[in-house]
């Protein structure tokens, strides 16, 4: 099966970007915590600590797109530019979900958008398996949809497979069952 370096590079710049925004220490084995030989007090806040999983879905657009439509796009949207330099929908410090550009290294360079062409965007967002997830899911999908009837394109899962109305409606009952758990 060939995949071109477009896409290639393009899951360099997903996991990258998370990497980047996540900032996450390096775990160690140090960092392990036997519940069964905690205090009650530290077993609760082990416990309570939420679960979460990010969830990309990218657009390949049909045909490349101008920066000045991007914008347009962005800001009908109500989408904000952060300081991780991408665009982001809610507050920037808990997102409700975020849009990086699809092309290495991910994020966009404001001054120069009205200048460039975007071949796509990845969307992702946190789930914290609350019921809140469903909604926000559905809110980064409507998003997405207007963006792929704005500029034409294909819906791709993290592993670029293309997703099907089908496909977007099991990510929907699988989000649903995590936060009824």
Do not use: C
């Not at 084995?29 to 679960?51: H, Q």
């Not at 657009?59 to 109500?78: C, D, K, T, W």
């Not at 997102?95 to 071949?119: C, E, H, M, R, W």
């Amino acid at each position: 099966m060939y995949f071109s370096p477009f896409y290639l590079l393009s899951s360099i710049a997903g996991v990258s970007l998370i990497l980047l925004l996540t900032k996450r220490p390096k775990s160690n084995n140090n960092d392990f915590i036997d519940l069964n030989k905690t205090s009650p007090e530290k077993k609760n806040l082990v416990e309570a600590e939420p679960k979460t999983d990010i969830i990309f879905l990218y657009i390949a657009f049909s045909r490349p797109v101008h920066g000045n439509e991007l914008l347009h796009y962005i800001m009908s949207n109500q989408l904000q530019y952060g300081d991780q330099k991408v665009f982001y929908y809610g507050n920037e410090a808990s997102p409700i979900f975020s849009i990086a550009t699809l092309t290495p290294p991910g994020t966009f360079n404001l001054k120069d958008v009205p200048q460039q062409y975007f071949n796509g965007l990845t969307f992702f967002m946190e789930t914290k398996h609350v019921p809140e997830d469903l909604e926000n899911f559905d809110l980064m999908l409507e998003t997405l949809l207007e963006a792929k009837d704005q500029f034409g394109g294909t819906i791709k899962s993290r592993n670029k497979k293309e997703l099907t109305e089908s496909d977007l409606q099991i990510w929907r009952e699988h989000i649903n069952e995590a936060t009824n758990l």
